[in-house]
């Protein structure tokens, strides 16, 4: 029986035991695995969707609301804004290129966007297949919305009034699909694209015609100092910076992130302290079974060695149970999170999860270490005299 053998066997010794120390452990990593992967996530979606777009401009209210609605589709709009101040931000010289979104309706909860094909070239959107809208009621779809409901090139659907009811139905008019989208990773995946004019016409547009929004890129540096004042100033409109905002929501969220962080951490200094106590109470009922192993040929180098392999082993175990429980946790949520756009993927794994074994396996060494040394010192003489 080799060393690793004779280390699980006495770790088995106590199931009880074994079983809390693995729980610590798996919950104080699984946690840690989950925040890892699902703010690296959150974050590169963040600036997936952003990147391209400098400013937002829409009707008056929270800024990071508009974010929010415009840019990751999360939220309810501001208000809109009237196509004559669409224009105006269009020819401004400040304003190198202007891509308007008109929003309202939704399909099966996925959001169906007027805009231009100034929204394609800003994304890179590429067709899996058909081709684009080129008049009203004309759609291209994202990969999930193709994948989640089934539809294909070709297929009639019908919206609904509002971002997320699916109850209002506009039954008088059909969409008809004339392209998939290649998935992205953003945004994207989760539209419904169209002309303004299709939102417009569906909604009765037949006088004034407002849109959402408009994504904005800047012209110079002077623009980015210039421009933000002046709609906020001279408009009724406000403008609203996508990196600002986005910064703003991390660190909203991040009161509430670091909190879960330290309560893993702690997770994982009590599973620590929980394999101290274990092995050193199990090395006091086990003194005259190594006492034999050592008058067996045993050295008391093996015996530092048998002892230390119980800590890491016990918390690589551990460690490798609460990376899998994590991103099974993850993939959970990802899936019955209500909204698509927010979604996350339990199944991408990182290569800085690696340092969460490492930290682990010091964590095992550290709580072993002083058994060890203890069980290195024993005395076979004074040991085998109290038999």
Same mark, same amino acid.
């Given at each position: ?23 610590l452990i798996a919950f104080g990593t699984g946690m840690l695995a989950m925040l890892l992967v699902g703010m690296r996530q959150v974050g590169e979606r963040l600036r ?53 979104? $008109? ?5 099966? %909860? ?9 929204? &394609?070239? #800003?994304? !890179? +959107? ?120 986005? $910064? ?5 969220? %991040? ?9 893993? &951490?702690? #997770?994982? !200094? +009590? ?117």
């Amino acid at each position: 029986m080799n060393a690793f053998q004779i280390s699980w066997k006495n770790l088995k010794a106590n199931r009880l035991t074994l079983a809390l120390n693995l729980l610590l452990i798996a919950f104080g990593t699984g946690m840690l695995a989950m925040l890892l992967v699902g703010m690296r996530q959150v974050g590169e979606r963040l600036r997936d969707n952003a990147r391209g777009v400098d400013l937002v401009a829409g009707a008056k209210g929270s800024p990071l609301q508009l974010i929010l609605s415009s840019i990751y589709f999360i939220d309810f709009p501001t208000g809109n804004i009237s196509e004559e101040n669409a224009h105006w931000l269009a020819v401004h010289p400040m304003v190198k290129k202007a891509v308007p979104l $008109a929003l309202g309706d939704n399909y099966a %909860g996925f959001r169906i966007v007027g805009t231009d094909t100034g929204y &394609v070239s #800003l994304h !890179a +959107l590429e067709l899996a297949a058909g081709r684009f809208w080129t008049k009203p009621f004309e759609i291209v779809i994202g990969a999930d919305v193709a994948q989640a409901q089934g539809v294909k090139v070709g297929d009639r659907i019908y919206g609904s009034h509002g971002l997320a009811s699916d109850e209002d139905i506009h039954d008088d008019h059909a969409y008809t699909v004339t392209g998939i989208l290649k998935k992205k990773g953003n945004a994207a995946d989760n539209l419904v694209l169209t002309s303004l004019e299709s939102v417009w016409e569906m909604h009765g547009a037949g006088g004034p015609r407002e849109i959402t929004c408009m994504l904005l890129q800047y012209r110079s540096r002077m623009a980015m100092v210039a421009l933000p004042g002046l709609i906020n100033r001279s408009t009724a409109m406000q403008a609203a910076s996508p990196a600002k905002e986005s $910064a703003r929501l991390f660190a909203l969220i %991040g009161v509430g992130v670091d909190a879960i962080r330290w309560f893993a &951490v702690a #997770l994982m !200094a +009590l599973a620590g302290v929980s394999v101290f106590v274990s092995l050193y109470d199990s090395l006091r009922e086990r003194v005259y079974d190594l006492a034999v192993m050592r008058v067996m040929g045993a050295s008391r180098g093996a015996i530092f060695a048998m002892i230390l392999l119980e800590g890491t082993l016990l918390t690589i175990l551990g460690s490798l149970a609460g990376i899998l429980l994590g991103h099974g946790a993850l993939h959970a949520i990802g899936h019955w999170q209500g909204s698509p756009q927010a979604r996350v993927d339990g199944l991408v794994f990182l290569p800085e999860e690696g340092w969460l074994l490492v930290v682990s396996l010091l964590i095992g060494f550290v709580a072993a270490l002083l058994p060890a040394i203890q069980a290195y010192r024993t005395d076979i003489s004074e040991t085998m005299s109290k038999i």
